[in-house]
């Protein structure tokens, strides 16, 4: 599902208004969509709207109205004097029959749920003063709050605290998401998210043209690989995985299995001789050649391979760094992880003018925080306005790759701008190991010829189905192995048999 910006949202809202449907009507399905959500959520008791002076407020006004209309016990607290709304704000305040409690804490009372119509999605600065003791009040009184847009104090677009936020049960919106309901810490606030049609036209989308989406198989659909009946191992590709010295061959056998699982037909771990009994003994179906030099993997890599994954346990330094480049020269897939990324730090542009040097170079690159502050260090800080998703997006632009910023809300990032964010990866992800299955599952979807971006999305979107699929208490050797589950549910929810 594409996600729009507070701008974009505007966007479809001006459209929409100009197409002929005025701004009231929309509010009032708004409001007609809150109520059913607070219906849902408190079938009985009192209600409390909080209403703020905008839209989002007017948006709670309708909600009260629709609520004390079906024979609800609704209240009203307004930030600001009624006399001061303006727009379709005061025209859905004009509907509220009911008393205008002022904003005092002390008023919250204990009601069954709190509907919070404060700020919403276009908040763009700090909350402060008594906005900002009515949001800890409302937190603080354990009472559910359903909340409208996003919970206040969430910025729409960077997910971030502006000072402080409402933590919602559950927050409808309406046509489509926005990234801060999907980014940290935004997505920790918003509960239960409820997406809800109030009469916008899809048809709208390709006049806004929104280039982030959230990371789901309707975004790639089109791109997955699909074994064909005629096809074998070959078809499917190869995949190379480079491995480190013998004290460090795990992650590069983690990689390789997750390519093979995700759907490589062949995978070699090219591994240095001192190694190889290590990874021989180890390995069954993922192949083991003597590779100890940038040589002898341009000689390995120049038949019939497909894809790279360079950086797993590797190790950090000139000759990690040869092999990069050995990979880009030979014009194969790369997905660039962990040591491969670090062996560039002091010099990231290096690696970047290396990869926009071929303008078709399919390459991915997979830092956590961590590596990617070393490469692009300028952008390792988030605040109010600049996001993960903005950092991300700007990294993808400098390097000419698509830049994957890994963590519980991963980012993919594209040069051409587009972006998709992902919300399904459990908190037990975070575990050793777990980045060397994501960068294999990657190559596997490269190998197989999907482009670099729908490569990427695949592989994180796979990666945290398979660590639900594994639940609590999984390690990094688990991912691959509920692989066949997650392909399985995958092809029951694409209609594809098997």
């Known amino acids: 599902m594409e996600l729009l910006t507070t701008d974009e949202m505007a966007r479809a809202d001006e459209l929409t208004i100009a197409d ?4 009231f009507e929309l509010m009032r399905a708004v409001g007609r969509a809150v109520a059913d959500a607070a219906n849902d959520l408190a079938e009985e008791g009192p209600i409390l709207v ?13 909600a009260a109205a629709e609520l004390a209309a079906q024979g609800r016990d609704v209240s009203v607290i307004l930030l600001c004097d009624r006399a001061t709304l303006k727009g379709d704000a005061a025209l859905a305040a004009k509907g509220w029959k009911g008393e205008v409690l002022p904003c005092d804490p002390s008023l919250i009372g204990s009601p069954a749920l709190i509907i919070d119509a404060l700020f919403g999605a276009g908040l763009d600065r700090p909350v402060k003063g008594d906005p900002k003791v009515m949001i800890d009040a409302i937190n603080a009184s354990g009472v559910p709050v359903l909340a ?53 036209n899809d048809g709208v989308l390709s006049r806004i043209g929104p280039k982030t989406a959230e990371n789901n198989p309707d975004l790639w ?14 078809t499917r590709g190869h995949a190379v995985v480079l491995s480190g010295d013998i004290a460090a061959t795990g992650a590069a056998r983690l990689s390789a299995r997750a390519a093979l699982r995700g759907g490589a037909g062949l995978v070699t771990v090219a591994s240095p001789r001192d190694a190889l009994a290590v990874n021989a003994a180890a390995l069954t179906a993922v192949m083991v050649r003597p590779i100890d030099t940038a040589e002898e993997f341009a000689g390995l890599i120049g038949g019939k391979v497909n894809a790279c994954i360079i950086g797993p346990g590797a190790g950090i330094g000139a000759r990690t760094a040869g092999f990069v480049k050995a990979g880009l020269a030979a014009k194969r897939s790369l997905v660039l992880d962990a040591d491969a990324l670090t062996s560039f730090a002091d010099a990231p542009d290096r690696l970047f003018d290396l990869i926009k040097a071929d303008p078709e170079a399919e390459v991915v690159l997979t830092p956590h925080e961590g590596e990617f502050s070393r490469l692009f260090s300028d952008l390792s800080e988030e605040s109010e306005t600049q996001s993960k998703l903005d ?19 991963t980012v993919v990032a594209s040069p051409d701008g587009r972006a998709a964010i992902a919300s399904n ?13 994501l960068a294999g599952l990657i190559g596997a979807s490269l190998t197989q010829g ?17 660590g639900s699929e594994a639940g609590p208490g999984l390690i990094a050797e688990d991912l691959t192995e509920v692989m066949p589950a997650v392909f399985r549910r995958l092809y029951d929810r694409l209609g594809i048999p098997y």
């Open 450 to 466: 999907v482009p670099a971006y729908e490569a990427a999305c695949i592989g994180v979107w796979m990666h945290g189905e398979a």
């Open 20 to 23: 002929g449907t005025p701004g």
């Open 50 to 62: 909080v209403a703020g002076r905008g839209n989002n407020g007017g948006d709670g006004f309708v």
């Open 221 to 234: 659909q089109d791109a997955f690989p699909l074994p064909r009946v005629d096809g074998h191992k070959f």
């Open 391 to 409: 950092r991300v997006a700007a990294a993808a632009k400098r390097s000419g790759a698509v830049v994957l910023l890994k963590g519980p809300d």
């Open 425 to 437: 990866a459990p908190p037990w992800l975070a575990t050793a190991g777990s980045g060397d299955v």
């Open 148 to 200: 409208v847009d996003l919970p206040s104090g969430i910025n729409g677009n960077s997910g971030a605290v502006m000072g402080a936020a409402i933590l919602a049960t559950e927050t409808v919106t309406f046509f489509r998401p926005k990234p801060g309901h999907l980014l940290l810490p935004g997505r920790s606030y918003c509960g239960k998210l409820r997406v809800i049609d109030i009469g916008i």
